[in-house]
């Protein structure tokens, strides 16, 4: 029944103007790996830019060093990463009992993929004055 549900709430999704619209389960399934690809990749270019802004803070004796703030910096996105996979391999283990697992875990990888973008974009890219942010803010899907 919950399987029926789930896959119903997906079709009425693709219905909407879904971009992964597929008639199997593998053409939705590769559609969504290669959104999930393409987020990674954007995460990937906030976060060297982050990383390298982190990297330009400037040394104050009353503040951690460069190397303090970017050994921070790359621990929480370890530590963020293995959240993510933890959290997405458990919607997986959820949804085992049916073809609509992977694209849940999938579903589930993506949009926290996206949230990380929008908060390392908010965290580490942009300034409390009005001076323009060093990358666009990332796009973040509607939720409905």
Not at 78 to 107: F, H, S, V
Request: aromatic share 8%.
């Amino acid at each position: 029944m919950i399987a029926a549900l789930a896959l119903l709430a997906l079709v009425q999704t693709q219905a909407e103007g879904d971009p992964c619209q597929g008639s199997t389960t593998i053409a939705v399934n590769q559609c969504l790996a290669n959104d999930v690809d393409t987020a990674q990749a954007e995460l990937d270019r906030y976060l060297a830019a982050a990383r390298e802004r982190v990297g330009q803070t400037e040394d104050d004796p009353l503040a951690a060093t460069k190397k303090e703030l970017l050994t921070g910096f790359d621990a929480a996105q370890d530590a963020w990463e293995k959240y993510r996979d933890a959290q997405c391999d458990n919607i997986y283990r959820y949804w085992q009992g049916g073809t609509i697992r992977g694209a849940m875990a999938l579903g589930c990888k993506l949009e926290l993929t996206q949230q990380r973008t929008h908060f390392i974009w908010e965290s580490f890219l942009t300034y409390p004055d009005s001076t323009p942010p060093v990358l666009p803010e990332p796009v973040l899907p509607d939720r409905k």
